[in-house]
């Protein structure tokens, strides 16, 4: 049954209102404006500025048509294998195969409705795929993704509300019918709605829920972004959904220190090593960035990414942020491994010994006693170039479990009505604890793909609800000018 709360009850009354304006909320906006609902989004921050900004803007999906240009053959069950092989079991397998199946889809809606730039990556897979499918800006920057997925939503006329956080769900007869906002100004506002999209991501920034439920975090800086403060779970649990994969999250081993930047893995990919202050190596790197930062942190030492000017020139050719970090000197050159063991502040003979011993087993001479079998470009070489880096969370991957159209869950699996969640917001599928079940692009998967599925949905609810209740419709009275801060 649809809730029919007095329209008098609100401010503005909307079909469907998303709570948050990065990747997730900017898809579901389009998608349920594309399935004719009136949408609105309210943004916490004055500006786009959520994780999505932040990435590389790279998407996984398999059997899009840029793949099949390219020649690569890949299918939703091969990707779901991909997902499933890295995650391990987890409280989120059903969405394991919704999201491959409507990961080509997505992007081509991507594409298709919101004239968004995406290419195929060639040049590098990532972790956790056996093929070439992520699709990211030629730039491989998500502010331009969630640049060209703004000027979609404006020339839709979808109104977004910055600086107006959402602050707590309304709730009638337990149907979420909508959300209050509060402004700067704190001027609140109460919106009605027939579907309410959580869109607001993780709690990354967070700290009380951070100890809560990823207490090995406590060692780890937070990289992401600061609006992410777990709104989702605060208020999911308030309502009795279930929450699911709590202790997982995303990490990268390489912040580039004092730089602040993200050193790419594509330079560990072609043959870097990351040694300690000691000049040696104590894990396998191809484990992932993600996985790895877990390595480090238990390692507890500091950490330098080694390669040589090979792996970075080809490197910073292909992905001008690396490129950035390389013109202000973040990836020094060295051209004997004397002054390289300076910088890294370590016995030369040690350093010496490790960069042998990798590049033995680059060569196949030798078996790498940490288990790496992939060396990209082959041994190093002089010169040799170095990176300090640190390890740093980007985002958490647990929240409320949703259904396969994004429908939030109760703890006894029925879909607490009007409510819709996904990207951070909801429980993910990259394994139940720490950062080793992440694969590349879970992220946005989840983001893009959920955000994809729930703005149809919910524009499904909001037509039911139109149907039903002719005279007492959400849509009627949206008012855009009172929205737009
Ligand atoms: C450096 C970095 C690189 C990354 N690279 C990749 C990548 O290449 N591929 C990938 O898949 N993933 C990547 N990730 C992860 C990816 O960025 C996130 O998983 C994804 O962007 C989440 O999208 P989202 O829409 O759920 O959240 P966001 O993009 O963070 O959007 C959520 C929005 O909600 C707003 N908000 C929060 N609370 C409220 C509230 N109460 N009311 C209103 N608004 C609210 C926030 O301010 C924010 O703008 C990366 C992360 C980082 C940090």
New binding site residues.
Partial sequence: MVTTPARDDFDITVDVLV???????FTAALAAKAAGADVAV????DR?????????????AAGTRLQAAAGIADDPARFAADLRRVAGPHDADHLVDRLAAVSAEMVHFLIDEAAVDLTLVTAYRHVGHTVHRLH?PPSRK?ADLMRDLERAVAARDIPVAFG????RLIVIDGAVVGAETRAATGETARIGAAATVL???GFGHSPALRARFCPELAALSH???V???G?AVIWGEALGARLGNMGSF?A?AAIAQPHGA?VTWTVIEKGGVIVDDGGRRFADETLGYSAFAERVAAHGRPTVAIYDKQVRDVTAAGQPEFGELVEHGGAREFHDVDALAAFVGCDPAVLAETLAAAAAAGTGAATDPLGRTAWGLGPLTSPYVATRIAPAL??TQGGPVVDADARVLRADGTPIPGLYA????ACGVSGRRGSTGYV????????VGL?YVAGRAAAGRAAAHRAAHPDDSFHSDLQPERLRS
Avoid: D, R
């Fill in positions: 709570i948050g304006a990065g990747a997730c909320g309210v943004e916490k921050l786009l500025a959520g994780n999505t900004m932040l990435s590389s803007g790279s998407i996984p990211a998500g107006n956080p959402a602050t869109a607001c991501n990289f992401g972004a609006g992410s403060e709104e995303q990268h993200l980007f985002h996904g990207g951070g917001a590349s692009g879970n992220g946005l998967l989840a983001a955000g």
